[in-house]
């Protein structure tokens, strides 16, 4: 008997408004459909009506959590179209906001992470640390949210002595939890458990698919524009690529937490070595005939913006791909013979979501077209009833 | 691999086949082919020059014609391999054989542009909702929205 399982369009465990409807045979997930365009704003249809000024505010709109990583592959892009040369002190200032912005965001992921598998303890840790780096981003640009800091060639604030050292402060405070983090994974076998072997995405799968950012690097491909495409300052600075080969949710959490570490290294270098000089220069308003792709690590993957100009004010035409959209067809994968327990913890492993809310999801019985609403707190409670069941898995090793 | 041998490996192994071939910066190739040609030069770069990657497929209007860009990388360079077709005949043929997660951008691509991309395994709307009317492909520049009369449940007609 087949039984077909809505989720979404509205769903705590996704950024966006997304539905996926899930065929299922008992426990076991055998096929999964997905429906996008629940949010399509026409975002792009919009941005060709607005100045390049206009579209950097516009584009930071796309993502609440990733706001910096938009605006800086636009303004990456449009940089590329008019042949402009920033400042280098410009250049250190935007890339210091992106890696505090990848802090906060794998550190808000971490949290998420540790609620879908019953450790809340754990989320209340790492969403109290990311009020420091939160802070961070307030002292250097005025918002949590959106930073607001690109300009077209450059950054619109400056950084003095005092917020360089109050930024030092706050990663060696962030470098200190993170490391107790590794040492809660080591001493917590139940949550190492619950995370191996879920949601599993081998490396094939994740090439053909075209996967990108912390899912593509736990199942071993070696894929960070950083490295491959190192854009504006990347290549003076050193850090290191992580990969995982577990390809579970395991791997995922790994991978997030090295990343981190490598973020706070690449943090304290920009800070410690800051140029001197001018933070921007002035762009013109025009921008010639020309088209540029820019490519941009948004905490989740690569962020990719296609820019066409024709010589007016206003692009031709912008084409956006968000890294979570990349990610989809994997997901299908990660999620097909997997349980309706884990589903919860799949979705969070590919896209982390502040909206903690508890909300429905709806069983519907094939033959009978009966409905049943499952709260998310029972799915929870299906998931903790599984994780008891699992003998094999309690063998599973934090991999530090 | 430099840029400059890939391009120079590019011309050798496509031959007529590259219609146009340039170096705007660093790490950036823009190939333009025929139609016909599309699904064999994706093939080709996923094969020889470690191009499995598709980054997305970017849809342009040019008013006469479309042009679709595949976005392809490789960890040494990125490639912009581009496609145009005439608007009165705006068919392209499927990549997802040769590249499977090209499948939402093609999607999108159809629904966005009107193309229709011949031999791809799901051809329904992406983004567009279920009631949308045919015909209708809102990235086209000549497509215009217009917010539909406002109607009040009861109200004087």
């Known amino acids: ?400 | 691999m430099s840029d400059e041998e890939t391009i120079e490996r590019l011309k050798q192994d496509l031959g007529d086949k590259a219609l146009e071939l340039t170096h705007p910066s660093k790490r950036r190739i823009f190939l333009k082919v025929a139609p016909a040609d599309l699904v064999p030069v994706a093939a080709l770069l996923r094969d020889k020059y470690d191009m499995a990657y598709l980054a997305t497929v970017s849809g342009v209007d040019k008013g006469t014609t479309f042009e679709a860009v595949y976005h392809f990388a490789s960890p040494a360079v990125n490639l912009n391999l581009r496609v145009e077709v005439p608007r009165e005949a705006p068919r392209l043929p499927s990549i997802c054989a040769v590249i499977p997660g090209a499948i939402l951008y093609e999607r999108e691509l159809q629904d966005m542009f009107g193309l229709t991309i011949e031999g791809i395994p799901d051809p329904r709307p992406l983004v567009l909702p279920d009631g949308w009317p045919a015909g209708q492909h809102p990235l086209r520049k000549d497509w215009k929205y217009e917010r539909p009369p406002e109607v009040i449940p009861g109200g004087k007609s």
């Open chain 1, 1 to 400: 008997m087949k039984f077909e399982i809505p989720i979404g369009p509205q769903h705590p465990a996704l950024k966006e408004p997304i539905s996926l409807r899930m065929t299922v045979e008992g426990e076991v997930i055998r096929d999964v459909d997905i429906r996008l365009g629940y949010n399509h704003r026409g975002l792009e249809k919009l941005a060709e009506e607005k100045t390049w000024i206009q579209n950097i505010y516009l584009t930071e709109r796309i993502c609440g959590i990733c706001s910096h990583s938009h605006t800086s592959c636009f303004v990456q892009g449009v940089e590329m179209l008019m042949e402009l040369a920033p400042p280098r002190r410009g250049l250190y200032i935007r890339y210091l906001v992106s890696e505090l912005e990848r802090v906060h965001s794998h550190l808000l992921w971490l949290g998420v992470a540790g609620h879908e598998a019953g450790f809340d303890s754990f989320f209340m840790y790492t969403w109290r640390d990311r009020e420091v780096v939160m802070d961070l981003l307030e002292m250097i640009s005025g918002n949590r949210v959106h930073y607001s800091m690109n300009a077209i060639g450059g950054v619109r604030r400056d950084l003095d002595d005092g917020q360089r050292q109050k930024i030092l402060d706050g990663v060696a405070v962030l470098r200190k939890r993170s490391e107790y983090y590794y040492h809660i994974g080591a001493n917590e076998p139940t949550f190492v458990a619950r995370l191996a072997g879920v949601g599993r995405l081998t490396k094939e799968q994740a090439v053909a698919l075209c996967a990108v950012g912390p899912t593509a690097r736990a199942s071993g491909v070696a894929r960070d524009v950083r490295k491959d495409d190192p854009y504006a300052v990347y290549d003076e600075i050193d850090f290191n690529l992580i990969t995982e080969t577990s390809c579970d949710v395991l791997g995922r959490t790994v991978v997030r937490i090295k990343e981190l570490m490598e973020s706070y290294k690449i943090i304290e270098f920009i800070v410690r070595n800051l140029p001197a000089g001018e933070i921007a220069l002035r762009a013109p308003r025009r921008a010639k005939p020309n088209e540029a792709f820019s490519r941009y690590e948004a905490p989740r993957g690569e962020n990719v913006h296609y820019i066409k100009s024709n010589g007016s004010d206003k692009p031709e035409r912008l084409k956006v791909r968000a890294p979570t959209l990349a990610n989809y067809p994997a997901t299908v994968e990660m999620l097909r013979n997997g349980f309706i327990a884990d589903i919860p913890l799949i979705f969070a492993a590919i896209d982390p979501c502040i909206c903690c809310a508890e909300r429905a999801v709806e069983l519907v019985d094939a033959r009978s077209g009966e409905e049943r609403t499952v709260r998310m707190s029972d799915l929870r409670r299906l998931a903790a009833a599984r994780r008891r069941d699992v003998g094999l898995k309690g063998k599973a090793e934090w991999p530090f």
